[in-house]
């Protein structure tokens, strides 16, 4: 793999080095600290699964995985989009845990929270956070029972190719049962070198 160092370029959504289906693997490291913090029902929904990169670790922290994704890049129990009527029946049965495509972020967290049965982890960049707009269409009307930050997380895999990244990378945890203040907390022990073992 080669390393891209032009993170001006990345940000850019017409930029040549930005993957058009906004397809970036979520380093392994970064879902096992993540679930350090935090547990789940037994089972959970992954259903950005690409290629397991999440459900992987979930599986091996012995989770039962119902895996799922628009683009059937590994096995999957079902090859799904997420956001279609499709899926109706999963309704209430898991826990989701995923890193959407950032464009479609609402979309994906709205529903996600009406499909769970308790959960929803979703991968997020940091500025996220400090949008109106998801504020009042999100953050208003979900709770939020952490926000896990990560200082240490630099580089991300896409297809074939590993990117430069400056953006600090989150998890955001919501939870329907939480009521009370949103905890932060540092995410210390990730590390990646733009493989994901």
Same mark, same amino acid.
């Given at each position: 793999?080669?390393?891209?160092?032009?993170?001006?370029?990345?940000?850019?959504?017409?930029?040549?080095?930005?993957?058009?289906?906004?397809?970036?693997?979520?380093?392994?490291?970064?879902?096992?600290?993540?679930?350090?913090?935090?547990?789940?029902?037994r089972k959970v929904w992954e259903p950005t699964t690409g290629k397991g990169a999440i459900s992987d670790v979930l599986s091996e922290c012995g989770y039962h995985v119902y895996k799922t994704d628009i683009v059937e890049r590994i096995k999957?129990?079902?090859?799904?989009?997420?956001?279609?009527?499709?899926?109706?029946?999963?309704?209430?049965?898991?826990?989701?845990?995923?890193?959407?495509? *950032?464009?479609?972020?609402? &979309?994906?967290?709205?529903?996600?929270?009406? #499909?769970? /049965?308790? @959960?929803?982890?979703?991968?997020?960049?940091?500025?996220?956070?400090?949008?109106?707009?998801?504020?009042?269409?999100?953050?208003?009307?979900?709770?939020?029972?952490?926000?896990?930050?990560?200082?240490?997380?630099?580089?991300?895999?896409?297809?074939?190719?590993?990117?430069?990244?400056?953006?600090?990378?989150?998890?955001?945890? *919501?939870?329907?049962?939480? &009521?009370?203040?949103?905890?932060?907390?540092? #995410?210390? /022990?990730? @590390?990646?070198?733009?493989?994901?073992?």
């Amino acid at each position: 793999m080669s390393t891209l160092k032009n993170t001006k370029e990345f940000g850019n959504p017409h930029s040549e080095l930005r993957d058009p289906g906004d397809f970036y693997e979520t380093p392994r490291s970064f879902t096992r600290e993540m679930l350090t913090i935090e547990s789940f029902s037994r089972k959970v929904w992954e259903p950005t699964t690409g290629k397991g990169a999440i459900s992987d670790v979930l599986s091996e922290c012995g989770y039962h995985v119902y895996k799922t994704d628009i683009v059937e890049r590994i096995k999957l129990n079902r090859a799904l989009d997420f956001l279609s009527p499709d899926c109706a029946r999963l309704k209430g049965k898991y826990d989701i845990v995923m890193n959407p495509p *950032f464009k479609y972020f609402n &979309d994906f967290v709205i529903k996600a929270f009406e #499909m769970c /049965n308790q @959960k929803v982890a979703v991968v997020a960049c940091l500025a996220i956070l400090k949008s109106s707009g998801r504020y009042e269409k999100i953050f208003t009307k979900f709770p939020v029972k952490k926000v896990l930050v990560c200082p240490t997380l630099h580089t991300i895999c896409a297809e074939n190719r590993v990117i430069q990244s400056h953006f600090g990378h989150i998890w955001i945890i *919501f939870d329907k049962q939480h &009521d009370g203040a949103t905890e932060m907390v540092w #995410m210390k /022990n990730v @590390k990646h070198d733009g493989r994901n073992p």
